[in-house]
């Protein structure tokens, strides 16, 4: 299995990024897909689900700000992060399920900095 983020960089507050994960390399569906983040010196946490079906979930801190979707002909889900602060400065990953092993697999991470 192989999971390709892309999109991260630096970006002033106010500004936008698009991050995308592509998946490959397995035989089974997808279900759930989905982004968390890491700041220095914090946990992982959940940044934003999509269900098979489209249903979301958001942490409250990105509510209103970012947008999840996917894209399934291409087994690729997006974050497309608006208004963004330098709070959510953090290396984001992606995580995809599916209904065989590996069950869940994580991306390389990709660094999104907010700095003016």
């Known amino acids: 299995v192989q999971l390709q983020a892309s999109g991260g960089g630096l970006v002033q507050p106010g500004g936008s990024l698009r991050l995308s994960c592509a998946a490959s390399?397995?035989?089974?569906?997808?279900?759930?897909m989905g982004w968390y983040r890491q700041a220095p010196g914090k946990q992982r946490e959940l940044v934003a689900l999509i269900s098979s079906t489209g249903n979301t979930k958001y942490a409250d801190s990105v509510k209103g700000r970012f947008t999840i979707s996917r894209d399934n002909a291409k087994n690729t889900v997006y974050l497309q992060m608006n208004s963004l602060k330098p709070e959510d400065t953090a290396v984001y990953y992606c995580?995809?399920?599916?209904?065989?092993?590996?069950?869940?697999?994580w991306g390389q991470g990709t660094q999104v900095t907010v700095s003016s």
């Open positions: 995580n995809v399920n599916y209904l065989g092993p590996p069950y869940s697999y």
């Open positions: 390399g397995s035989a089974f569906s997808i279900t759930a």
